[in-house]
């Protein structure tokens, strides 16, 4: 059963608007939570993280907000630009062994011009 | 450039023939991981390895070997290939192993067809 979920497969976004995407876990342990960025034909990039710490965390137009009670975490995106269309990873890492990392479906999304 | 490197980036097999794919980093990293991404499913952690000569499992090691011998390599080894081998194959490094914050730097995928 995947301990991270990200429910929504795709999101289409008009450029400007904000993108709101989502993840959920299961898994109470997870301590440490990572957002990648994956372009056709290439490896996953890192995009923005959290430590359980902290509820929010942002760099310059990503924002990650953390929602411990809820197991639940997002990213917005402001504005949304037409390079930002890609697959997005979430990715929670937990407190007994941070070297496993595990890893929502993704989301797929598509901001149009 | 600091990089990830793997090889071969497509590669289409039988059942039952032994594969390996190679993966490089040049950034001295201690940790290194392979994973493969499927419809749906994401990511998943096939091993892991904080340094050489040091790998364990992660979510789904059945089929797959791995071995650190050098600390820049850390090829997968799948010994009889089967279909339900057949995906999109990651290796990834990051500076230190077991630490709460590093982050994971990706090669550019292997896809893999066992037919």
């Known amino acids: ?113 | 450039e600091a990089q990830v490197t793997q090889n071969p980036r497509y590669l289409i097999t039988v059942t039952g023939k032994k594969l390996t794919v190679t993966c490089s980093q040049n950034m001295n990293h201690e940790y290194m991981s392979w994973y493969r991404q499927d419809p749906g499913l994401g990511l998943r952690q096939i091993y892991y390895s904080m340094n050489v000569e040091v790998t364990d499992k992660g979510d789904v090691p059945e089929g797959y070997k791995v071995s650190r011998k050098e600390k820049r390599n850390f090829p997968l080894i799948l010994e009889s290939p089967s279909p339900n081998q057949t995906s999109l194959y990651f290796c990834a490094s990051s500076f230190l192993a077991g630490s709460s914050t590093d982050t994971q730097y990706f090669g550019p995928g292997t896809r893999l067809t066992v037919l």
């Not at chain 1, 440490?32 to 760099?59: C, Q, R, V």
């Not at chain 1, 411990?68 to 269309?85: C, E, F, R």
């Open chain 1, 1 to 113: 059963d995947q301990q991270v979920k990200q429910n929504s497969p795709s999101l289409s976004v008009q450029e400007g608007r904000i993108s709101i995407l989502n993840c959920d876990y299961t898994n109470s342990m997870f301590d440490y939570f990572l957002w990648y960025k994956k372009y056709p034909a290439e490896g996953p990039t890192f995009l923005i993280s959290i430590s359980s710490i902290k509820d929010k965390n942002e760099d310059g137009r990503f924002t990650v907000f953390l929602n411990k009670s809820a197991k639940h975490l997002s990213l917005h995106i402001v504005p949304s630009q037409p390079g930002d269309s890609a697959v997005y990873f979430c990715a929670a890492k937990g407190v007994y062994n941070f070297n496993k990392f595990y890893f929502g479906s993704g989301t797929k999304l598509n901001v149009k011009p």
